[in-house]
């Protein structure tokens, strides 16, 4: 038995059973910050993410040898006094192996956990996360087409490029500001929303580059206040001249700055609310869209010229992504399947108003 063994024997027991809770107390400490360095961005990368989780498995390891080593001395302290020392031998036969199998299934455990927890892509993430970003704590998640990404340092084509992110992985962003309106090549419908990477206010992605992972809503209804420092134009939410054209069956607005304006159909029957998407008119000043009037009303189950009918008009920033507070409508008048008169007036519960400029924006035509 050495001299340090000795002594590290002779201390109280209370020394021993404090220097174990120390140790774990240090392997919380490591997997804690793993997690928050993840979480909060600080830390990025599968490669990084790894080796993250690796160090906390080395440190568990590491924490666990010195903690089955000091239960191993106080067990043989123990039997020392109490048998002899033949009995103690043969109680370690088969020590180590066993000490093995613990500590590398606490291994296995501890990286696991880790890369459960804090992973480097989130769960909500259908593809992994774009080298060289941070995505885990994100509140919307996109992915990449075939083509990648480039991020310009503000809303517009004629902003630099900062960054160019690879093709089919997952970003993250933090925010939405206005700006030139691109094409959806997918939707064929205009975007004007650019998105603030996570993490990185001074960097934005197209909307219409990239395929949305989350809901519309997990970007709010208004831009970011970062929108202010990379020049981001104010929120369209005005429209005015909304009017149908009876002779010639065509509804149309005026939306200052908007790609668009999305027009839906509301109808009270039978004591219901029943809805119906009229078109997106993507063409400015006057976003012009001819109606079929019979062709609505046909998919209202029920209806009857008694019932109350409403056309409603929404600023739409992207397909499906309405600025609620935009809408306008008319409240019109019917002959059979004719409209007789639409004019401006008031009666639409509270309740439809959102629903109805969700499906303007929601209707390409």
Same mark, same amino acid.
């Given at each position: 038995?050495?001299?340090?063994?000795?002594?590290?024997?002779?201390?109280?027991?209370?020394?021993?059973?404090?220097?174990?809770?120390?140790?774990?107390?240090?392997?919380?400490?490591?997997?804690?910050?793993?997690?928050?360095?993840?979480?909060?961005?600080?830390?990025?990368?599968?490669?990084?993410?790894?080796?993250?989780?690796?160090?906390? /498995?080395?440190?568990?390891?590491?924490?666990? !040898?010195?903690?089955?080593?000091?239960?191993?001395?106080?067990?043989?302290?123990?039997?020392?006094?109490?048998?002899?020392?033949?009995?103690? $031998?043969?109680?370690?036969?088969? #020590?180590?192996?066993?000490?093995?199998?613990?500590?590398?299934?606490?291994? =296995?455990?501890?990286?696991?956990?880790?890369?459960?927890?804090?992973?480097?892509?989130?769960?909500?993430?259908?593809?992994?996360?774009?080298?060289?970003?941070?995505?885990?704590?994100? +509140?919307?998640?996109?992915?990449?087409?075939?083509?990648?990404?480039?991020?310009?340092?503000?809303?517009?084509?004629?902003? !630099?490029?900062?960054? @160019?992110?690879?093709?089919?992985?997952?970003?993250?962003?933090?925010?939405?500001?206005?700006?030139?309106?691109?094409?959806?090549? +997918?939707?064929?419908?205009?975007?004007?929303?650019?998105?603030?990477?996570? &993490?990185?206010?001074?960097?934005?992605?197209?909307?219409?580059?990239?395929?949305?992972?989350?809901?519309? @809503?997990?970007?709010?209804?208004?831009?970011?206040? =970062?929108?202010?420092?990379?020049?981001?134009?104010?929120?369209?939410?005005?429209?005015?001249?909304?009017?149908?054209?009876?002779?010639?069956?065509?509804?149309?607005?005026?939306?200052?700055?908007?790609?668009?304006? &999305?027009?839906?159909?509301? /109808?009270?029957?039978?004591? *219901?609310?029943?809805?119906?998407?009229?078109?997106?008119?993507?063409?400015?000043?006057?976003?012009?869209?001819?109606?079929?009037? /019979?062709?609505?009303?046909?998919?209202?189950?029920?209806? $009857?010229? $008694?019932?109350?009918?409403?056309? #409603?008009?929404?600023?739409?920033?992207?397909?499906?992504?309405?600025?609620?507070? %935009?809408?306008?409508?008319?409240?019109?008048?019917?002959?059979?399947?004719?409209?007789?008169?639409? !004019?401006?007036?008031?009666?639409?519960?509270? %309740?439809?108003?959102? *629903? =109805?400029?969700?499906?303007?924006?929601?209707?390409? &035509?």
């Amino acid at each position: 038995m050495t001299t340090k063994s000795s002594l590290w024997r002779r201390l109280p027991r209370w020394v021993h059973n404090l220097t174990k809770v120390i140790l774990l107390l240090v392997v919380a400490g490591v997997a804690v910050t793993r997690v928050v360095l993840f979480s909060r961005g600080i830390l990025y990368g599968e490669s990084t993410a790894k080796m993250a989780s690796l160090a906390v /498995a080395a440190v568990v390891i590491t924490v666990g !040898a010195i903690i089955i080593k000091i239960r191993q001395d106080d067990q043989a302290a123990q039997t020392a006094q109490a048998a002899p020392a033949t009995q103690a $031998s043969g109680n370690q036969a088969g #020590g180590p192996v066993a000490s093995v199998a613990v500590l590398l299934g606490l291994a =296995l455990t501890a990286y696991s956990a880790a890369e459960l927890i804090a992973p480097n892509t989130p769960v909500a993430a259908s593809a992994p996360a774009c080298p060289g970003a941070p995505v885990y704590g994100a +509140r919307f998640f996109a992915q990449t087409t075939a083509l990648g990404a480039n991020a310009r340092s503000g809303p517009g084509r004629e902003y !630099a490029q900062v960054n @160019r992110y690879a093709a089919n992985c997952t970003l993250g962003f933090d925010g939405y500001c206005v700006g030139s309106a691109e094409k959806d090549l +997918r939707l064929n419908t205009p975007d004007d929303r650019w998105l603030i990477v996570h &993490g990185r206010p001074n960097q934005v992605v197209s909307s219409a580059v990239v395929i949305d992972q989350s809901p519309g @809503r997990d970007l709010g209804q208004d831009p970011s206040n =970062l929108c202010k420092k990379i020049s981001g134009l104010p929120l369209p939410h005005i429209i005015n001249g909304l009017a149908y054209d009876v002779r010639h069956s065509v509804l149309s607005s005026e939306a200052p700055g908007a790609p668009a304006v &999305g027009y839906a159909l509301a /109808a009270l029957a039978g004591g *219901h609310a029943f809805y119906v998407a009229i078109g997106l008119a993507a063409v400015p000043p006057h976003f012009e869209l001819g109606w079929n009037v /019979a062709k609505s009303l046909a998919q209202i189950p029920g209806y $009857s010229a $008694s019932d109350k009918v409403w056309v #409603g008009a929404a600023v739409c920033l992207a397909d499906t992504f309405p600025v609620t507070k %935009s809408l306008r409508t008319l409240r019109i008048t019917l002959s059979g399947s004719k409209i007789k008169a639409a !004019a401006f007036a008031g009666g639409l519960p509270a %309740s439809i108003r959102p *629903h =109805l400029a969700q499906l303007a924006c929601g209707s390409r &035509g």
